[in-house]
T-cell receptor
Framework: GQSLEQPSEVTAVEGAIVQINCTYQTSGFYGLSWYQQHDGGAPTFLSYNALDGLEETGRFSSFLSRSDSYGYLLLQELQMKDSASYFCAVNSGGYQKVTFGTGTKLQVIP | GAVVSQHPSWVICKSGTSVKIECRSLDFQATTMFWYRQFPKQSLMLMATSNEGSKATYEQGVEKDKFLINHASLTLSTLTVTSAHPEDSSFYIC?????????FGPGTRLTVT
């Protein structure tokens, strides 16, 4: 089976940097994805790592270490609108099947 | 990307009745769609994989006779919650996949009274 663990809550100050960690145990691993979900809304895709290393997309970066079964999402220059839940997710079954982590609720404060 | 719609966006039904939720891929032909359920303050739990023209694949612990999935065309999948009970009240979300990205519908909030 699959299991993914994340911190349940993180609080950070506007303009700061925050890192959300994710550890996973899985079979048939293709890659690690990150999604953002605002309250009441649907998840939206942020990033995907298939290989070890850092992927940067604007203010967001994502890191993967396959040997450590570990990844993180790095959010820079935090804005109030970044307050949301963030989920790591494992892609398996030929990319398509995605299993979500427990989710981290990020609160950005002034 | 891909644009996915769901209908209805919210529904209230009485215990014992059935509810059908539609998921449409508006700009992409999807041979596979996914159905998730999310309880308040919890993660998304994959319920089943909907396959166009064939039977759905259900995750362990999901009752296939209770959650009926029909993927009749490349743009439409439906989830029917049969004999709904209050514990089925949840946020139901469908998605389509392009490569490794999942594109989600806006979700359907089901409340069973």
């Amino acid at each position: 089976g699959q299991s993914l663990e994340q911190p349940s809550e993180v609080t950070a100050v506007e303009g700061a940097i925050v890192q959300i960690n994710c550890t996973y145990q899985t079979s048939g691993f293709y890659g690690l994805s990150w999604y953002q979900q605002h309250d009441g809304g649907a998840p939206t895709f942020l990033s995907y790592n298939a290989l070890d290393g850092l992927e940067e997309t604007g203010r967001f970066s994502s890191f993967l270490s396959r040997s450590d079964s570990y990844g993180y999402l790095l959010l820079q220059e935090l804005q109030m609108k970044d307050s949301a839940s963030y989920f790591c997710a494992v892609n398996s079954g030929g990319y398509q099947k995605v299993t979500f982590g427990t989710g981290t609720k990020l609160q950005v404060i002034p | 990307g891909a644009v996915v719609s769901q209908h209805p966006s919210w529904v209230i039904c009485k215990s014992g009745t059935s509810v059908k939720i539609e998921c449409r891929s508006l700009d992409f032909q999807a041979t596979t769609m996914f159905w998730y359920r999310q309880f308040p303050k919890q993660s998304l739990m994959l319920m089943a994989t909907s396959n166009e023209g064939s039977k759905a694949t259900y995750e362990q612990g999901v009752e296939k006779d209770k959650f009926l999935i029909n993927h009749a065309s490349l743009t439409l999948s439906t989830l029917t919650v049969t004999s709904a009970h209050p514990e089925d009240s949840s946020f139901y979300i469908c998605s389509v996949t392009r490569m490794y990205e999942q594109y989600f519908g806006p979700g359907t909030r089901l409340t069973v009274t």
